[in-house]
């Protein structure tokens, strides 16, 4: 593995190899025992153009976690503002030589672009609605400490799927590793074309989450749309919130999760994102943490 740009073009095993290692970093962070100058001497730089609480956070935590140093280029105060180009930008920070690029785009394939320009690794921390490689393996890492394996699980993946890069990346994964994946959706967010073989489309809730293991709620992504687009929060709400009575016909040991942000009242009620019975907001965040450092771990020391 070159670059982590997708989990597209990533084997069925690269997969299992990074969850691996992401394992092995959850326990050897509890247990206080990991290498932590595994990443010495190196440099990570995070490219955020597009704002962010949980990846470049994480990003943070998991090369200071290796004993990497990081440098946050901020594109607020940078020279992006003086109507300096995007090539031009990337190919002054690629001189600086760091040892890994990490980059958030709302541009389509723009960490792909950064990689034919730069000489270091380049990690994909979501671009546009194309992917977010990294939430779908701290999503895969979460699953898998609860339900043993991605094999056969029942997985729904509700609400704005067509702008979604977390919705992509997860289907691209857990097709790969033999869940089930299904779509809910209204109509108008319904891709229009679906993104791996064998998932199932429902446009009801009540449908697409019975029987499931797991059910993953999504943010309505407003800034992907035109404002003629944005559905109403309450009428949402009303046919796609997801609250403890919808729950009831899925799996009774069902995972809720969501990438976050969520927006409390419009995909989720406030008492089921806090219900620790179900939800698994805080322990994806947490994830994110061990998924980053497995990332960082076999990309940079190759
Ligand atoms: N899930 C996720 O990508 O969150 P941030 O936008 O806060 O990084």
């Given amino acids: 593995m070159e670059h982590l740009l997708g989990i597209k073009e990533l084997s069925a095993e690269k997969i299992k ?70 090539n031009d930008t990337i ?9 890994a690029i990490v980059i958030r785009h709302n541009e389509y394939d723009a960490p792909v672009k950064v990689a034919e320009r730069v000489e270091c690794p380049v990690i994909n921390a979501g671009d546009s609605w194309r992917e977010h490689p ?8 979460t699953m898998i400490q609860e339900k043993d394996t991605l094999e056969g699980l ?24 033999g869940a089930n994946v299904r779509f809910v959706a209204p109509a108008f967010f319904k891709p229009e074309k679906m993104p791996a073989e064998g998932i199932s489309f429902y446009d009801s809730m009540h449908e697409g989450i019975k029987d499931c293991d797991v059910v993953m709620m999504l943010r309505i992504q407003k800034e992907r749309m035109d404002k003629s687009e944005v559905p109403d929060d ?19 040991d069902v995972l809720v999760m969501h990438p976050g942000p969520m927006n409390r009242g419009i995909e989720i009620t406030d008492a089921l994102a806090d219900d620790p019975k ?12 061990y998924a980053r450092m497995a990332v960082l771990d076999l990309l940079l020391t190759r």
């Avoid at 509700?158 to 097709?175: M, Q």
Wanted: proline share 1%; aromatic share 10%.
């Fill in 17 to 86: 190899e990074i969850l691996d290692r992401a394992q092995y970093y959850a326990k050897a962070l509890k247990d206080g025992k990991w290498d932590k100058q595994k990443l010495k001497d190196k440099v990570v730089m995070t490219l955020f153009f597009e704002n962010s609480t949980r990846t470049v956070t994480s990003f943070n935590f998991a090369a200071l976690r290796l004993g990497a140093e990081i440098v946050n280029w901020n594109a607020s105060v940078s020279s992006l503002s003086k109507k300096e180009s995007f």
């Fill in 91 to 99: 190919d002054t920070l690629g001189s600086m030589k760091p040892d």
């Fill in 134 to 141: 990294t939430q779908a393996l701290l999503d895969a890492l």
């Fill in 154 to 177: 029942n997985v729904a993946i509700c609400g704005d799927i067509s702008h979604s890069r977390v919705a992509n990346s997860n289907a691209y994964l857990l097709t790969k590793m």
């Fill in 234 to 252: 309450g009428a949402y709400f009303k046919e796609y919130g997801l609250t403890h009575e919808r729950l009831k016909v899925a799996k009774p």
């Fill in 278 to 289: 179900y939800s698994r907001m805080t322990k994806q965040v947490e994830n994110g943490v």
